[in-house]
């Protein structure tokens, strides 16, 4: 069973930058795919950033240009670097992973984000 662990959301002001990392334990092969989904109350969970063993990645397109997406395939790592934040960017983000051969979707417990104006 593949665990996820994220860290460092909080709070930052608008135009500001902020890193989340993700570490996922409990699996022997690299994950397929791995990155990152935001929720807002009532609205459905959206793909943020997202990024293949092979280094493929694919961006909603409100974050493109400010956020970067990064793994580490060996440690099943990924951080995603935000800049350039806006208020709409606050959400609670959640790390996402699967594995051809270690299954899923896997979520992580989620961190909170929030944007001050």
């Known amino acids: 069973q593949v665990q996820l662990v994220e860290s460092g959301g909080g709070l930052v002001q608008a135009g500001g930058s902020l890193r989340l990392s993700c570490a996922a334990s409990?699996?022997?092969?690299?994950?397929?795919?791995i990155g990152w989904y935001r929720q807002t109350p009532g609205k459905q969970r959206e793909l943020v950033a997202t990024?293949?063993?092979?280094?493929?990645?694919v961006y909603a397109d409100s974050v493109k240009g400010r956020f970067t997406i990064s793994r580490d395939g060996a440690k099943n790592t990924v951080s995603l670097q935000m800049s350039k934040m806006k208020a709409e960017d606050t959400a609670l983000y959640y790390c996402?992973?699967?594995?051809?051969?270690?299954?899923?979707?896997?979520w992580g417990q989620g961190t909170q984000v929030t944007v001050s104006s």
């Open positions: 409990g699996s022997r092969f690299s994950l397929s795919v």
């Open positions: 990024m293949t063993n092979a280094g493929n990645t």
């Open positions: 996402n992973a699967y594995g051809t051969l270690t299954g899923g979707p896997y």
